[in-house]
């Protein structure tokens, strides 16, 4: 498949983060305006009610300032995932949601546990993983930028904070993982060169015949030479004027 129609824009790039950021705020800004507390929506560890949390928690924030540190990277990751992925997007964003939510309540303290955090783990942890399993030079590029830009969420998949639920970012980050090594992407194939080829010939290549097979460079051997162009012959006409025959009239 060409790079120009597996890579590019969809609306899709912009609509799905945007649909997301916007449940988020929309649902904080509810809890604010009519003095709600929608904490009993999160997943609840091992309990028959806390499972309802698996599909609301993400977009559940105890403050303004956990919703905003969450806003940019759930925005930036969801419009990578579904430019680069988009075959696999909602896959990916679907099942990252159910696998991380379940994972969290599986091991997780018997606490509420709300926010996007899981999420931002899921989508980080699959790109990052996923590029370095395709090998393909782009997705690799793509690897390396979250590994520069998010590279320290690593450090919060450990009990590092109380009021911080680890649990959702290892949930997130072993889901990623999972979905890395499950769901098949189409990756273009890169452009190969003429001698990458099985077939290629490097004794009737004009540039490799100038090098040894240590590689020197070397003169071009006599009968590779320039030959000398053909000699030209010109034959002339003489025709005489009107002048000269009225002479010889």
């Given at each position: 498949m060409a790079v120009k129609t597996q890579f590019q824009y969809t609306p899709a790039v912009i609509l799905v983060p945007m649909v997301m950021v916007l449940l988020m705020w929309t649902v904080f800004y509810i809890e604010v305006r009519f003095g709600l507390n929608l904490n009993?929506?999160?997943?609840?560890?091992?309990?028959?009610?806390?499972?309802?949390?698996?599909?609301?928690?993400?977009?559940?924030?105890?403050?303004?300032?956990?919703?905003?540190?969450?806003?940019?990277?759930?925005?930036?990751?969801?419009?990578?995932?579904?430019?680069?992925?988009?075959?696999?997007?909602?896959?990916?964003?679907?099942?990252?949601?159910?696998?991380?939510?379940?994972?969290?309540?599986?091991?997780?303290r018997p606490s509420y546990h709300i926010g996007a955090s899981g999420l931002i783990y899921v989508l980080a942890s699959f790109v990052f993983f996923k590029g370095i399993r395709t090998r393909h030079y782009r997705l690799v590029a793509l690897s390396l930028a979250v590994v520069f830009i998010y590279g320290g969420l690593l450090w919060y998949i450990f009990p590092l904070k109380e009021e911080m639920s680890w649990e959702g970012h290892l949930g997130g980050f072993l889901s990623g993982l999972l979905l890395a090594m499950v769901l098949k992407a189409r990756v273009p194939e890169s452009r190969k060169y003429a001698w990458e080829a099985d077939d290629y010939d490097e004794s009737s290549d004009e540039f490799m015949r100038q090098f040894d097979e240590d590689g020197n460079f070397i003169e071009r051997a006599e009968e590779d030479a320039e030959e000398e162009p053909p000699q030209v012959r010109y034959h002339y006409t003489y025709k005489p004027s009107e002048k000269e025959k009225r002479k010889e009239d």
């Open positions: 009993e929506y999160g997943v609840y560890p091992r309990t028959l009610s806390g499972l309802k949390g698996v599909l609301f928690s993400p977009f559940i924030h105890g403050s303004a300032r956990h919703l905003y540190n969450n806003t940019f990277p759930v925005i930036i990751l969801l419009a990578s995932l579904f430019y680069f992925y988009r075959d696999i997007s909602f896959k990916v964003l679907f099942w990252g949601i159910i696998w991380s939510g379940l994972i969290t309540w599986g091991i997780g």
